[in-house]
Structures are given as C-alpha cells and as structure tokens.
C-alpha cells in the first residue's frame, strides 16, 4: 500500500467504528476510560522506555530546552495523563441528550439530539499527553479518533497509543476508534487533510504554520487554535489598584499562553494614575515597556516607543505594550480592530461601560473586572478541554466536550405526506 | 484597484458594517427590513426591466428552459420576494438569546450569549431571489452580507441589491451591511474565498461543481448544501399501504430536490407485499423502476438491474432503484455507507424497529412514517432557510436564523486573579 492508501485505510476503519461507538452507552465509555487510565499505569515502563528513545534523539537534533521539556516524561507526568482520563470518565455525557422538541401543527414530532460528530483528526506537535488527551476527550463523545503526532514524539505517542488500545480493547473499545498514523512523513498530513470522505472534523493543534498549513490543505472542517493578542482597558471609572493586579496577572502569570495580556489600553483621565504604577510593578517583575507617544512619559526611562506592528502582536513574553485612548470608543475600535478576537477585559466600577464594552467586544471571552486568564475550559468548569477555539463556527472560545459533538433531527410521523394537507 | 483590491475593499467595509449591526435592536431590524421589502414593491419596475436584459441575453445564449425559468421574475415573483422579507421581520430574533449562564466556585458569572458570526459571504447561481432572501436572513441575525451571483443573473441581481441598501438606508440600515460584488469575473469568488480576514463564513447555493471549487479554495468555514440520496425502508412490520405511499411521496411530488427519495430497501419478508403494489404505483406515474436481483422480478417487465452505481446516485428525477435486504441491520448499513446522511424513512408499526433505525442512521433527518420530504426548514417551523446544510459541523440539516449565528461568553468577577486562590 502507498502512505496514501494506508492514511485511506486508516480511516475507512474509522468510519466503520465511529457506528459502533454512537451506540455505545455513558457506562460503557466510562469503564473502557477506567481500563485505558489502567492501561497507562500498567504500561508506563513501556512507555517511559520509548520516551528515552525519543529524548535521546532530541538531544541528538540539539533541539531546544523548552522543546525537550514538551518533549519529557516521567512517572509523574504520565500518573497526572492517567489520571486525565480518569477525570473524562467522570464527565457527564453530552451524548444523547435533547437539545430541542417540539410537535409541528401536521401532527409531527420534531427532537433535536445530540450526537458524535463521526470521526475526528487530530495533527499535534510534540507534547505525547495530547495523545492521550484528545483519544479520552473524543472517545467520551462516541467519536473515532486519527491521531497524527509529531516525529519528536513518535515513539513516546505510539507507545500510549497502543496502551490505550491493548486495555480500552480488553474493556470493549470497538476496534479502531482510536488510530494513530504510523508515520510521520509529512506527506500524511496532505492525506489527512484530503481524506473528507472519512474525517467529518480535523483539529491542529500547535503552532500557527502548522494550523496555517491545514487550513490550506483541508476539505473538511477545521477548528483553529490560533493566537490570543488580549486587551485590558482601564476605564476612567477603574480601580487603580485592581487594574494594576489584573495587569500583573494577565501578564506575567503565564505569558507564554494564548489568554495572556499583550496590550494594555489607558483612559487619559487614568493615564498618570494608572500608568506609573503598572509599570512599576512590570519593571519589577522583568517585563518589558513599550507605549505610544502619549503614555511614554508616564513608563519611565527603560520603556521604548511602541510601533504600529506592536499592536498586533503575540509577544508571547514578558513584554507588554500601551497605549492612552480618549474614550471606551476608541478602545473598543482599537481591540476589535488589532486584537485577535480572544479574551478581553474592562477594569472598572461603572456597570454602563462595562456593559457596552462587553456588547461591543467581538470576542470570544469578554471580561469584567476579572482576569482573561480564565478564558479556559478548566476555569469554565468544563472539565477538560480539547483548546480555546478562536473560530465563530460551531465552537468559539473553550472547546470542552460539548463542542465535540453535532446533532440530529428525529422526525416520528403518523402517515404525514407532503402532497396531502395535514391529517 | 485591482479587482483583487475591490473584494478587500468590501470586506474590509462589510467587517466596519458587521460592528453596528451587531449593536441594532430586533426593533430596528424589523423596521428596515419592512422598509427592504416595501423598496422591492417601489422598485419593481426597474427590477423586472433589469431582469428582461438578463433574459434576453439568457435567450441569446441559448440557455436551458429550466434555467430560463430560474432566472425569470415577474410581478408575482417579485411580490413573494418582498413578503419573504416581511415574514423575517416577522420571525423571532435569536441575537442576545443567553443560551447558559452559570457561576464558578470563585464567583466569576459566566453568561454564553447568541451573538452575529459576522461577515457572510453568499455565491449562488442563477436564482435572483437568492439575492434578497439571503440578504434578508444574514441581516435578520445581525451579520453583514458580501454576495456574489451568477453572470446570467448580473442586472436582477444589482437592482435587487440597489433597492434593499437604498430603502433599508433611508431606514437606518447601516452602510455596506449588504454588498453586492459588481462584477462576474470569475476569480472574485477566488478573492472571496481566499479573504480569510474579513470573511468569517461562505456559503455555496448551487450545485456540485460550485460547492467542490468553493471547498478547495476557502481559507474560512464553508457550510455546504450538498447532494441527498434519501432512502425509505420498509421494515418487515410496515402498513404495506403507507408504505407505498410515502415511496410515492417521497419520489413523485418533486423529484428534483435534496431531499426526495432515490431508494427503497425492503425487507424480503414483506418483498412480494410491496414491490409489485409500488412498481404499479410508480410506474403509474412514469417513475423508472431499477432492482437488485432479489427485487427485479417482483418489479414487473419494465424494471431493469441496479449496478453498483446506483446505489451512490443522486438522480434528481423520475427513477429510483430498490433493494431486498435481510434484516433491518442490513438496511443500516447499506444506507450509510451508500447515503448521504440526508433525510432516511423507516416504515414500521415496531417502535423498537424504528427507534433502532433512529438510533443508528446517522443522517441530518431521520424519519418515522413520516415523508423524507419534510426535512425542510419552512416543514419544521424555522419560517425561512438558507438552505439544508450537509454538513455536521455548526449547522446540520435545516438552516434558519439561529445557525446564522455564533456566540461569544461575558465573564463578570470582582477582581479575580489566576495567580491567587479564590476568594
């Protein structure tokens, strides 16, 4: 078979299983979940064994510290990956669920049903827990999953995944409900992404080149992860103190994510309140200043001059921009027009700005007096999340278990034509 | 400006415009759109005159009567184009719907509320009503519309367009809410679908070819109104009667739509019952009657042998293929893999026959006595639709307002920090 044929293959079995496991009951999902926790822990020497193989080719490719570190597990790791599904198992099962009845004047009852989505793709880098991860999350909600990993992690991600199906087998998994691609030429990420005959749903999770590529690539529905640019805007109406502490946070909390703060916006009536003493409290923390003409004066000496390209970047480090704007307007037009449509946040004690800037805002978290850190599946309760979608179709912001599932009508009738007018 | 240039410049306008009509009240929208509508009625004449240089040069170019007919409005036409707007200004608004809201143990109130998706992009073909109604239902939900028509309907289309933005102006419709891209050359649908960055949604309205282009260019989610190949299976407890009469209904009362049937499956015990009391129905009304061996000599002399293809054939006119099958289980497979995941009968005085095949079809309707030919938003009570997405991601089956819509999440706190335990 050519790589082609074997990626078709793939998912022709995973279209066959996705039948299978629709029709399988919450109980049954949760007790193979259980078996595949099991399975990690009875096979972690397997798997740390292939992750030594993987690291030591790492070191070899000298790839970076940070990246060895994505790269590492240890027994503590993989407890805390066991234990990820575990915490799936205990989810309640969007599957089945109504999501809408109702009886049309002809005498028809219309439901609306929660289903699985059918099979699902999933193309990582080189963090192997997201083998895990998106195996349960999807497993939960009665879809078959392709997995696609990074070469980095291929032996790491092969080991888990054949732990996850040697004991989810043991428990009752269909057969291939959970598959991953045997090889990490990048030609199988063309053929996945090709392969809409058998993929309803394909979800890149990584960088923006390798999203940018599946965008260009794909035939089938995509969900992206791409980047957060958030905003803090201090309204004349903020707290100082408070706006300060949602600024420290927002930035310097994890500012490697996609909820952390890259730009903030100043009221002038706050400006030399608010300014001085959030950049204080940055300087201290390491972070780097940059503002516009107007806020410059009030971030002291080591602050630099922001250019038009700050506003619209992803610094994804300690650096933060900022800039003074006239009004709650403008601010608004400023992050729907430069910020990433994220997360976005109004510090102030005035409920009419915080409304209209939360109406106004056209992003997926819009917050008050509360940090976009917690713009998360794990803050919003949802128990586990796949990402934070920045897509507006079918999924916006958190993606947790509902959001990887469709629906179906089911139309009972009692004789009802179209060519005879109501009984 | 490049033509290139030009799309940007509406996209770049419809994105401005998608701001304010975010922030319309379903007071104001109702008010424009009944002024949209009665601007249809003002300018009728220049409409049917625009129409008539589309039609001659449609006659010119010796386009088909059926086409001819696609293209044509006249005064009734016209009349149902303007009541389509009124009755969605009559249809609720689900813009601002709260769809969950919920509190954290940390106190953040998270509300998920219904919100525009933005820009929609519509390309169709020859139908000139597309214009207005398509228009009319992105409006209704807040969106501003960029649309590209077919060239044979170029100068409909435009007088269209000019009396929806000139009435609903002078109403308080917002400028460049509703676009019109003024020109056929065939690469603005590449520009269209290439304009990632303003464009957050394209829908398709025509036929295979125009959907499959679309697909391969789209750097944006597509939501796709693809072909159905419906079945009706007859169970080994169906009324033999209704039987035949949802078969008749489902093929005769218009063949040429998504969701008319293409097959019967019947089950062998009630084979002899059926077919021949179908064929004579059928044939009756000029159907052309295929059959597998098992039904082709039940079928009468006219009949001939399915191929393989016909099982994957959407015929859109008068000829359906039967099949005998053994079990119910059969009849399940053989429809998804060979169907669509359209609209798929079961016939059966066994509710758990017919929970069954609920349960395992996995279509956008599945039907219970009842004819597929009410999969069909005007059918379920959504008051007008785009269109019957075949797709299951986002929007399935039916489309009306709601599935023009996204959502985003409002997150109220009192000073919550990540980097503190809750309060």
């Known amino acids: 078979m050519t790589l082609k044929e074997q990626v078709l293959h793939l998912g022709k079995q995973a279209r066959a299983a996705s039948y299978e496991l629709s029709q399988l009951t919450t109980e049954q999902k949760n007790t193979i979940l259980l078996a595949m926790a099991d399975g990690i822990d009875t096979q972690a020497t397997t798997i740390l064994d292939a992750n030594a193989i993987d690291l030591a080719a790492g070191r070899d490719k000298e790839l970076s510290p940070a990246m060895l570190d994505r790269l590492t597990l240890d027994k503590a790791r993989l407890a805390s990956v066991a234990d990820g599904i575990r915490q799936v198992a205990s989810l309640p099962d969007p599957i089945g669920e109504t999501l809408d009845h109702w ?25 192997p827990n997201v083998t895990s991860d998106a195996a349960a999350l999807c497993f939960k909600t009665g879809n078959a999953t392709i997995l696609r990993g990074g070469s980095e992690a291929f032996h790491s991600n092969t080991a888990i995944a054949t732990a996850l199906q ?20 990048r030609e199988t990420v063309k053929h996945l992404a090709e392969m809409h005959q058998y993929l309803d749903l394909i979800i890149p999770r990584g960088g923006k080149g390798l999203i940018e590529t599946i965008v260009s690539l794909a035939r089938m529905p995509v969900i992206k992860h791409y980047d957060g640019i958030c905003h803090i805007y201090i309204d004349s109406a903020a707290a100082i103190d408070l ?21 903030a916006l100043v009221h002038q ?34 602050a630099t001059p922001a250019t038009e390209d700050d506003w619209s970047t992803e610094y994804l480090e300690k650096i933060i921009s900022f800039k003074t704007v006239a009004s709650l307007a403008e601010a608004v037009s400023h992050i729907n027009e430069y910020g990433s449509h994220h997360s976005d946040l109004i510090v102030t004690t005035d409920e009419a700005a915080a409304t209209r800037f939360m109406n106004e805002i056209d992003s997926s978290g819009v917050f008050w007096n509360a940090s976009t850190r917690f713009n998360d599946g794990e803050e919003f309760g949802f128990g586990a999340e796949i ?20 629906y179906k ?14 009984k």
């Open 269 to 302: 009536d706050v400006a030399t309140a608010y300014l001085p003493a959030a950049a204080a409290a940055l300087r201290e923390r390491g972070v780097e200043l940059r503002g516009d003409n107007a806020s410059l004066s009030h971030l002291g000496e080591n």
């Open 166 to 185: 040697q004991s989810g087998s043991s428990a009752g998994l269909p057969d291939h409900s959970i598959q991953l691609i045997p090889s990490t030429d």
């Open 243 to 263: 706006a300060v502490a949602l600024t420290i946070d927002g930035k310097c909390q994890n500012p490697g994510v996609c909820n952390a703060l890259e730009t």
């Open 387 to 406: 990402g934070i979608s920045t897509d507006k179709l079918h999924a916006r912001g958190p993606m947790g278990l509902r959001e990887l599932t469709s």
């Open 103 to 127: 009886t049309r004047p002809n005498g028809l009852d219309i439901e609306q049903r929660r289903v699985p989505i059918g099979v699902i793709g999933i193309i990582y880098e080189s963090r």
């Open 409 to 422: 009508y089911l139309i009972r009738g009692t004789g009802q034509l179209k060519s005879q007018p109501a």
